[in-house]
């Protein structure tokens, strides 16, 4: 724990915004009358008839206002106030993201503030998706989402897509270098910081959804893609290195037969098609899911680190499986080898994502 001790009204708070309304004058009044020095805006690509919000916004000392020229997304107005609070406010104790449409209560972004100022961690502000005037859609998406974090990811938070969220300065630099540009940015962040072992709290904030959260700029179909392709990216991988293992296990597995022993066989053959398909998963997980930034050859050690013991026991279980089924070397067997693996598919993503192509602190 931190001895900071550090006004939490201090804190630079992050507001990006694409052709706000009324009620995002009433958010940056809000934020000025609770005592907020430094107000950081980003107009990301507004209507011209939208400008009056933001030149009502810098008429405040406390308020500074950046301009994209042209809409970038979410993800890239973050980052265009968190480079210039690196660059500006070099003193400043971190940053809080807020959203410009009211849902984050003053007395919640500064209880998120005075979290961050206590312990060195990301803070999320969580909402309660369970009340009755949460939107059907926020509800089953937040379920969705928090559902594949935890299995998949390990991470367990009741809100994933919150807007509400205190950064340490430390910190401000890695966002940075985090992959995205609109929605799926805040969903990389967690992915990210988390592989390198950065922490998340959560405190509980007030659920606010005003006419079905009509004014959100979220794409459904589209958005909802971008945030999941972390996980769509590992799933395809994860396939293509399945269909090649399979289709080598079948091939060898027949070769084999009579030849040696039916469990002798089942190794073999596990083990040709594993070396096929375990060097081209590895390289779409390293250059194309996980990004890994450790050298070529310590991260192949690594993978086969886990690879070669997830090879002996799906063998193993394969074989014993096999055996109890009284099967043969036919394709009930193969398919026997195909259940196996996926149940070790959730384990290997999650030991994948920690450690083998862990992101540098």
Not at 7 to 34: H, I, M, T, Y
Not at 128 to 134: A, N, P, Q, R, T
Not at 210 to 217: L, M, V
Not at 329 to 356: E, H, M, N, P, Y
């Amino acid at each position: 724990m931190s001895q900071r001790q550090i006004d939490p009204r201090l804190v630079s708070v992050v507001l990006p915004s694409l052709n706000p309304s009324d009620k995002f004058d009433a958010v940056v009044d809000g934020l000025v009358a609770a005592g907020f020095t430094d107000i950081v805006i980003v107009d990301d690509g507004s209507r011209e008839a939208n400008k009056i919000h933001f030149e009502r916004a810098a008429a405040h000392p406390e308020v500074t206002v950046l301009t994209h020229e042209v809409n970038r997304g979410k993800g890239a107005g973050l980052k265009t106030a968190f480079a210039w609070i690196i660059e500006h406010r070099p003193d400043s104790p971190g940053a809080v993201t807020i959203d410009g449409d009211g849902q984050h209560l003053v007395g919640d972004i500064l209880r998120c503030a005075e979290a961050m100022t206590e312990e060195d961690a990301i803070v999320m502000g969580c909402r309660d998706f369970s009340l009755d005037h949460v939107p059907p859609r926020s509800r089953m998406g937040n379920r969705i989402t928090s559902t594949v974090f935890r299995l998949f990811c390990g991470i367990r938070l009741s809100d994933t897509q919150t807007g509400l969220r205190a950064i340490p300065a430390a910190l401000l630099p890695r966002m940075l270098t985090v992959r995205g540009e609109r929605f799926e940015y805040e969903t990389n962040m967690l992915l990210e910081l988390t592989r390198q072992g950065v922490k998340l709290r959560e405190v509980p904030i007030e659920t606010v959804y005003e006419d079905g959260n009509s004014e959100s700029h979220f794409r459904p179909v589209v958005d909802s893609l971008k945030i999941y392709k972390f996980i769509i990216l590992y799933a395809l991988a994860s396939l293509a290195g399945s269909l090649a293992d399979l289709l080598a296990f079948y091939v060898f597995r027949r070769l084999l037969e009579g030849a040696v022993a039916d469990g002798t066989a089942v190794l073999l053959a596990t083990a040709i098609a594993r070396a096929i398909s375990s060097f081209l998963n590895f390289n779409l997980n390293r250059e194309v899911v996980f990004h890994g930034q450790d050298s070529y050859g310590k991260t192949m050690l690594r993978y086969y680190c886990l690879a070669v013991p997830q090879m002996l026991l799906s063998a193993g279980l394969v074989a014993l499986l096999s055996r109890l089924a009284g099967t043969g070397a036919g394709i009930l067997t193969t398919c026997i080898k195909f259940v196996v693996d996926v149940l070790l598919f959730f384990i290997s993503f999650r030991i994948q994502q920690t450690w083998v192509f862990k992101g540098r602190k």
